[in-house]
């Protein structure tokens, strides 16, 4: 994974070097034309109203389209890994006085699609819905999708009228990351709506380039332009994209191949010839994505046993799993990339070596004629989880193949992300000692901090594992009190290091997030992120 060095150095200046947006582009914008049906990979639609659910995936469908952030990432370039940008923010910065403060500068003029005016009340407002208990608009169901995207936060407050605070835990300097998940809904459309956030579902307000047309849950999302929009670069090229719920990848394609849909996520591996042949262009790009096992290291877990772990590793033919997502992917020899500057050299080499698996395997006291027995959960499909099942039964029977048999208690995809959020020592998932759940690392936090990190174990974050480490937790302590960006760099690395070495999880695959698109699809800019611009379709 390649990295822009750049665009770590204006996380620390706040962007504040970066051109404003101006008028005069606004009204250069083209007028909007045409329409688009996007056969999305969900059984329901991303929540509307501000903090969508179904993990990174709903933040392209109901995220970034009908709102926006204060700090937004960069998704118009395809040959390079993006950098963070001014959202709703024009600059931010660290407090030199007290680093735990950030300042976030608020962009004038900008109006929520109700016509009310976006500033730093709206701002808190917002921060409460999702982070103060006591408020009266708290949202439990936006809450739960955000909250564990924000663990730095510990209070906020205005400064001016377009002005806020918002001061983290301790010295963070990767803090801007986790401000890309928190999205701005509208105050004033709460309030005319009777405060109730079901209604609010139906008729969103936010500041993003698309306004709401007709949602019918479960089925589809018309999304028309917002003429108002105040980033000219982000302006709809479409007069209106329908997004339409399609789960079952052979039903998307079929619904390519005849018309009814002009674009889809996630073909089915085995119809890209047939979708090439028809006149169908696959795209996809380099993704930071990994499709992987985290492993219990709780109390009675049989994966406190470095020897299992490593066995669950080594048994795997990724080869063979690439060749099952049709080459839409490349073997995952850790959480990122080689080529990530957070790779390192870790000593335990990720491969396929089923007799050496056996071998631990049997060390460990367990053989294929008494295997390990265990349950995991895993979800059944949706944005981010291409192939889920299929890729899970391969493993499964690479695994008996060595002494360890699983079984898998199979969840709709928000089901799974709610047990990986609730972390394995959850009452309610006894007995479960993995947990299967893809997701972006894009940036450090992302990539790292949040899974190794004991600070991070639930409720305060991911670390779904309970893996705890004193070196590992110290590294990360130095990650975030860095302004050097070779030394987080190295620190980074180190922490991947162990983490390999310790086998903490089973790494499978990285996918690149293939689309298929009909000749009716005139452009599209495939982001190297799981993020995924839509106002580029036209």
Not at 50 to 69: C, V
Not at 509 to 531: E, G
Request: hydrophobic share 40%.
């Amino acid at each position: 994974m390649d990295r822009d060095l750049p665009s770590r150095r204006t996380l620390m200046a706040g962007g504040a070097a970066l051109a404003l947006l101006g008028a005069t582009g606004r009204a250069q914008a083209a007028s909007p034309s045409g329409t688009l049906t996007y056969g999305i990979s969900m059984t329901d639609l991303p929540l509307t109203t501000g903090q969508p659910d179904r993990g990174a995936g709903g933040y392209q469908f109901t995220g970034l389209t009908l709102y926006d952030p204060l700090v937004a990432w960069e998704l118009d370039v395809a040959d390079r890994p993006g950098k963070l940008i001014p959202g709703l923010a024009t600059a931010w910065e660290s407090d030199p006085a007290d680093r735990r403060n950030w300042i976030f500068r608020l962009r004038d003029g900008v109006t929520f699609h109700d016509g009310s005016a976006f500033d730093a009340d709206a701002v808190i407002w917002n921060f409460d819905k999702v982070l103060n208990k006591e408020a009266p608009h708290f949202d439990q169901r936006q809450a739960a999708q955000v909250r564990p995207r924000l663990p730095g936060v510990a209070s906020y407050k205005k400064i001016d009228g377009m002005t806020v605070q918002v001061t983290t835990k301790a010295v963070d300097s990767l803090f801007p990351y986790q401000m890309l998940w928190f999205l701005i809904s509208s105050p004033a459309q709460y309030e005319k709506l009777g405060r109730d956030w079901g209604k609010f579902a139906f008729e969103p307000s936010g500041t993003g380039p698309y306004r709401i047309g007709q949602l019918q849950p479960r089925v589809r999302i018309e999304l028309v332009p917002n003429t108002a929009y105040w980033n000219p670069k982000r302006m709809p090229k479409l007069s209106k994209l329908t997004l339409a719920c399609m789960p079952e990848d052979l039903s998307r394609v079929n619904a390519l191949l005849s018309g009814n849909v002009d674009l889809i996520e996630l073909p089915a591996p085995d119809a890209v010839p047939r979708l090439k042949a028809a006149g169908m262009r696959i795209v996809g790009n380099d993704t930071p994505h990994v499709w992987n096992y985290h492993l219990s290291m709780i109390e009675g877990s049989p994966w406190r046993d470095l020897r299992l772990r490593k066995a669950a590793n080594l048994a795997i033919d990724r080869a063979g799993v690439v060749q099952l997502m049709g080459g839409l992917a490349t073997p995952a020899v850790g959480q990122v990339q080689p080529s990530s500057p957070w790779f390192g050299k870790p000593t335990f080499k990720i491969e396929t070596d089923v007799d050496l698996a056996r071998k631990l395997v049997q060390e460990a006291g367990y053989s294929v004629k008494n295997p390990l027995k265990t349950t995991m959960i895993i979800p059944t499909g949706g944005t981010g989880q291409m192939l889920s099942l299929p890729i899970n039964e391969f493993v499964q029977q690479s695994w008996a193949e060595v002494g360890i048999q699983v079984e898998f208690r199979t969840v709709e995809q928000e089901v799974a992300y709610t047990a990986w959020r609730q972390g394995a020592a959850d009452p309610s998932l006894k007995g479960v000692t993995a947990s299967n759940v893809a997701y972006v690392t894009s940036d450090p936090f992302y990539a790292i901090l949040r899974f190794y990190d004991s600070k991070q174990i639930s409720p305060n974050g991911v670390n779904w594992s309970h893996y705890r480490n004193p070196e590992v937790d110290a590294l990360c302590d130095k990650v975030k009190t860095s302004l050097d960006m070779a030394e987080q760099d190295r620190l980074l690395a180190r922490i991947h290091e162990i983490v390999v070495d310790d086998a903490v999880q089973v790494w499978v695959v990285h996918d690149s997030n293939p689309h298929a698109l009909s000749p009716r699809v005139k452009s599209y800019t495939q982001a190297q992120h799981w993020f995924q611009d839509l106002s580029t379709l036209a």
